[in-house]
């Protein structure tokens, strides 16, 4: 089994591309959402955070109150970088175990979704190749503002805080032009790692 890590920064299209693979039966790890599933069922993952962080970090029914680990950790390098310290080997943990029930069933690609992996050495080494999706700035931009209803300033800012490694891609795929070109170029994508993606 081949597995894909597919990235990109913001604007780029990369979770539009997940969705894509996943029509064609490609198995996808979404690792935001791994994450907050981890958050809301992983005791061990929160009694950790909150150790780090102070208790007083669980809403109500006992899942982590994101919003505020949020506000907490963010405004602070060093503290995002401890959160991250805790978070990423569970979610690393998390993957490996999913890998490998994919593998399990014979599937022979799987993909990984993930805007960090690029300077996350740990998960770099769980994925065989890299598929970078990118895209012209100012349509990223664009494409981020209508999604999110967020100011540009702020979108600049996190673009800004967003840094890719281009050595360790091994395929880019260009979003540049309408959904309908980009589930094509998936396509294409697909067929060239395996025959029995063509149509």
């Known amino acids: ?11 780029s299209g990369k979770s539009l591309v997940c969705r894509f693979l996943a029509e064609r039966g490609v198995p996808v790890y979404d690792s935001d959402a ?8 992983d005791d061990t993952l929160v009694d950790a955070v909150e150790t780090a962080f102070g208790c ?4 109500p029914d006992g899942r982590m109150d994101r919003k505020r680990l949020a506000s907490i950790v963010f405004p602070s390098p060093a503290k995002l970088e401890t959160l991250e310290s805790i978070v990423h080997p569970a979610i690393l943990k998390d993957f490996l175990r999913w890998k490998t029930l994919q593998d399990v069933r014979g ?11 690029l300077s996350k050495p740990a998960f770099l080494h769980a994925v065989d190749k890299v598929l970078l999706v990118d895209a012209p ?3 990223r931009m664009s494409r981020a503002c209508a999604r999110d209803g967020s100011d540009p300033a702020a979108i600049a800012d996190r673009m800004a805080r967003q840094h890719f490694d281009l050595s360790r891609v091994d395929e880019t795929l260009w979003n540049d032009g309408t959904v309908e070109e980009l589930r094509r170029k998936v396509d294409a994508f697909l067929a060239g790692l395996d025959p029995s993606f063509q149509k």
Do not use: C, N
Not at 56 to 59: K, P, Q, Y
């Open 34 to 41: 791994a994450g907050r599933r981890l958050y809301d069922t």
């Open 56 to 59: 007083g970090l669980r809403l």
């Open 107 to 117: 599937e022979q690609v799987a993909a990984m979704e993930s805007a960090i992996i």
């Open 137 to 139: 700035l100012p349509l």
């Open 1 to 11: 089994m081949i597995t894909w890590a597919v990235t990109g920064g913001i604007g």
